[in-house]
């Protein structure tokens, strides 16, 4: 199977106090397989290639975002090796491919492979053999369970939040409304689906219709339009951007015209919107914990200055309006600054120690009032979000940034 190899330096150690005794002294050097003076393996897995393909500039963007860090000196004089292969959006290939990058690449962590589905399928092989499953691209709540998967944390906001966001929203604004609900049949579209139903509480009977979908179908226009069919005047779709851009369309074709909202993971521009066509996404709502590259209210923003001058440089051919772009270089910063909080005792339990140290972290293409922060008890780096409507051909921000609160439960 097709693997992309890129080069890297970085340094990360981490891990729960409670469970690991003290380590001696930073100055003493310590490595882990995957690490050595002068190199720094990390694994990483995405879908070049499948049915959710458009998220696999993340791993583009991380390679050529390491690649920098490189060509700077590295992270204490260690290059990153960073090897990312291909899984197609497939679980059977991302365990194939997580079994290869431990067992023969030897990686010092696996980090940020993209999907619930397919990060689920290597979940508990990860944390068996003890290897950094570090800032997983998914927002499923079993990414910040520390007591049981100490070796796993996830990055983005959880799907959860998310669902209760829309739900807060709804009540605020269409309380007798009547809501209909399109979700991927994945951890992801379920977990979404959870945290509205938990979000509307002792409303949640106001949702009076929903479907579901597989990533293999080739579309879901009949089920959009069962859904209009039920006279809901509210609309959740849960979906991964080919289908979001879909169901856009098919909205618009139905002269349908409910409060409508789309999953943050498909409110790119560059991959869902444009794609659906703007005149088809006029009033969509959606969450967002990243600026809006776009938006005028940032043209002068320094954190929207060194992504630009990031993707000159070392990512020209990105589309700087896909929010993945953005992601994936918050992502690999994240990552870095963790390798760094590291210094040279690069072993697995010290940079997940690392990762659950991260205080008030601040990120350029964070909206304001977003800090990662992280725990050991707390394994949610970034927990923060803020509702958008989208206009003309930019988002533009509602209300305050809301807080999030993951919940555990049920999540495994």
Request: aromatic share 10%; glycine share 8%; with cysteine.
């Amino acid at each position: 199977m097709a693997g992309r190899v890129v080069r890297l330096a970085s340094s990360c150690s981490l891990l729960l106090t409670a469970l690991w005794p003290a380590t001696p002294s930073a100055a003493e050097k310590k490595y882990d397989p995957g690490v050595s003076d002068t190199e720094i393996r990390i694994g990483n897995i995405m879908p070049y290639s499948g049915p959710v393909s458009a998220y696999g500039v993340i791993g583009k963007v991380e390679a050529a975002y390491f690649s920098k860090i490189n060509a700077e000196g590295g992270i204490n004089g260690r290059k990153i090796n960073f090897i990312s292969y291909d899984d197609s959006g497939s679980p059977p290939k991302t365990v194939e491919q997580a079994r290869k990058l431990v067992e023969s690449d030897e990686v010092f962590l696996l980090f940020g492979p993209l999907g619930t589905a397919q990060s689920s399928a290597i979940h508990k092989y990860m944390n068996g053999k003890k290897v950094p499953l570090l800032f997983v691209a998914s927002g499923a709540v079993k990414w910040g369970d520390p007591k049981r998967f100490p070796w796993t944390m996830g990055w983005r906001p959880t799907y959860q939040t998310e669902g209760r966001v829309y739900a807060r929203h709804i009540l605020d604004n269409r309380p007798n409304g009547k809501i209909a609900v399109l979700y991927q049949n994945d951890d992801f579209g379920k977990d979404l689906l959870k945290g509205l139903k938990d979000g509307l509480g002792d409303k949640a009977s106001m949702i009076v219709a929903s479907e579901t979908f597989e990533l293999t179908d080739p579309t879901i226009d009949g089920r959009v339009a069962s859904l209009k069919a039920s006279g809901a005047d509210v609309y959740v779709c849960m979906a991964s951007p080919k289908f979001t851009a879909q169901s856009l369309k098919k909205v618009k074709e139905l002269n349908w015209t409910p409060m409508h909202f789309i999953s943050s993971t498909s409110s790119s521009i560059g991959s869902t919107i444009k794609p659906a066509g703007f005149e088809n996404a006029q009033g969509v709502m959606s969450v967002s914990f990243l600026k809006d590259v776009t938006d005028l209210q940032w043209k002068d923003d320094p954190g929207v200055k060194e992504y630009d001058t990031f993707l000159q440089q070392w990512y020209p051919a990105a589309d700087r309006i896909d929010s993945n772009v953005a992601y994936g270089m918050m992502a690999a910063q994240s990552l870095v600054q963790v390798l760094k909080m590291s210094g040279d005792r690069l072993t697995r339990e010290n940079v997940m120690k690392q990762a659950a140290s991260l205080k008030d972290f601040e990120l350029g293409l964070l909206l304001p009032g977003i800090k990662v922060n992280t725990s050991p008890d707390d394994f949610f780096p970034v927990e923060q979000e803020q509702l958008m409507r989208f206009e003309g051909e930019n988002w533009h921000l509602i209300g305050d940034v809301i807080t999030g609160e993951a919940r555990l439960e049920n999540s495994q």
